[in-house]
């Protein structure tokens, strides 16, 4: 690649080849991505300067993230960040991606918590929930738990750099929090099951955090520890929010119900009609 002058035009068609044969997705507008980023420019500033040779330092640097595109790692940990509700997230792989599918829960969070106090995001993995949540409701006091002293960190710069006070700890679900209630919690917890990891994309597979995907056997397993803990946890008619899997809904519908303590059970389909969100409402 290095022997040649390599324009925009020239480039970007050539990779969409390259990445398509790899397997990847929108190889073309993944392309145009990568070298925007490389170039310094917006997708319309390619667009205008089709004709510009690269430089050798920019052949250089695009050619690694083609390279590091093409064996499957996701595009958000090459470029480094992904927006989510608006706002702009660091990402690295020790983290999972923010997911607009996750917008669904963080939507229905804004709904039940406009006069909480206290707000509890389990699991904050980048912090993109639980900041989304600090900005849109400015009267709560906001915390955060995760395992992952990596994702932790991560979940505090982000916090930082969206100019938001949470108070984040590195636990597991409500071992940090004896004594303490919340008006609202909620969780995207990990749930897929264990025997589906394997059939999951490259990107998903091999690159993102398998603590944060391994949901046990039946992807279950957190929502099993969560909910008959979480009544202990709870002001009355405080709201526990899930974000859930495919086909999952109806059983984490089922472990609400099994504790006789929430009513007000619901579920909400995410923009593509999947049932994405459970909650409910401690009597």
């Keep these: 690649m290095a022997t040649e002058t390599w324009t925009v035009l020239k480039i970007l068609s050539w990779t969409k080849g390259y990445l398509a044969g790899k397997g990847v997705d929108n190889a073309r507008l993944e392309a145009e991505w990568l070298l925007s980023f490389a170039l310094g420019l917006d997708r319309v500033g390619l667009y205008v300067n089709f004709d510009r040779p690269l430089s050798g ?7 690694e993230m083609v390279t590091r595109r093409a064996r499957r790692e996701p595009l958000q940990y090459i470029l480094g960040s992904q927006e989510f509700m608006g706002l702009e997230f660091e990402t690295t792989a020790v983290a999972l991606i923010p997911r607009h599918d996750t917008e669904t829960l963080v939507e229905e969070a804004f709904k039940r ?12 993995g980048c912090g ?4 989304a949540l600090a900005k849109k409701l400015a009267g709560a006091e906001l915390f955060g738990v995760e395992q992952s002293a990596a994702a932790l960190e991560l979940a505090k710069r982000n916090a930082a750099k969206h100019g938001t006070v949470i108070n984040m700890v590195r636990g597991s679900l409500f071992e940090p929090f004896n004594g303490v209630r919340f008006s609202l919690i909620v969780s995207n917890p990990p749930y897929i099951p264990t025997a589906e990891i394997a059939a999951l994309q490259p990107e998903v597979r091999d ?14 397993d957190f929502y099993r520890s969560i909910i008959p803990a979480a009544p202990g946890h709870l002001d009355s008619g405080g709201w526990l929010l899930f974000e859930v899997g495919i086909d999952q809904a109806k059983q984490v519908l089922e472990l609400f119900a099994r504790t006789g303590r929430f009513e007000k059970l619901f579920t909400t389909k995410d923009p593509t009609g999947i049932e994405r969100v459970v909650g409910g409402r401690l009597i």
Excluded: F, Q, S, W
């Design 113 to 124: 918590g406009d006069r909480a106090k206290k707000v509890l995001d389990i699991g904050v």
């Design 207 to 220: 690159y993102e955090p398998r603590d944060a995907l391994d949901g046990g056997p039946e992807g279950l």
């Design 128 to 131: 993109c929930i639980v900041v």
């Design 57 to 63: 330092a920019e052949l250089a640097l695009y050619r």
